[in-house]
């Protein structure tokens, strides 16, 4: 098994690289890096299984994590709200484009 200090710092790194991903709205990244997050946590979870580590050194940062992961939820259903919005006024103004279009069409017979 790893060291454990070299376990907290990977996933301390990990923390920051999913803050500055969500910070940059890097959702390509954010997928990536979501895919670390158990990989970094199991052996930490070992460890505290195995007495190897001392809890308060994991829970901060298991909280942090717990956190980020509601920044991230709200950011993305921030997100998504943005997104049907955009599509909304596209529509829109396809919509007055073709109304225009069938005014302006009726006037030149």
Request: charged letters at 30%; aromatic letters at 2%; hydrophobic letters at 40%.
């Given at each position: 098994?790893?060291?454990?200090?070299?376990?907290?710092?990977?996933?301390?790194?990990?923390?920051?690289?999913?803050?500055?991903?969500?910070?940059?709205?890097?959702?390509d990244?954010?997928?990536?890096?979501?895919?670390?997050?158990?990989?970094?946590?199991?052996?930490?979870?070992?460890?505290?299984?195995?007495?190897?580590?001392?809890?308060?050194?994991?829970?901060?940062?298991?909280?942090?994590?717990?956190?980020?992961?509601?920044?991230?939820?709200?950011?993305?259903?921030?997100?998504?709200?943005?997104?049907?919005?955009?599509?909304?006024?596209?529509?829109?103004?396809?919509n007055?484009a073709?109304?225009?279009?069938?005014?302006?069409?009726?006037?030149?017979?």
């Amino acid at each position: 098994m790893a060291d454990t200090q070299t376990l907290l710092d990977h996933l301390d790194s990990l923390k920051a690289s999913l803050d500055a991903a969500l910070a940059d709205k890097d959702w390509d990244k954010l997928v990536e890096l979501n895919k670390q997050i158990k990989p970094s946590i199991e052996p930490l979870m070992q460890a505290l299984e195995n007495n190897e580590v001392d809890p308060e050194a994991v829970r901060p940062r298991l909280q942090a994590l717990n956190e980020f992961v509601q920044a991230a939820d709200t950011a993305a259903v921030e997100a998504r709200e943005e997104a049907r919005q955009s599509l909304q006024e596209i529509n829109q103004n396809r919509n007055a484009a073709k109304a225009y279009q069938g005014v302006s069409s009726g006037r030149s017979k």
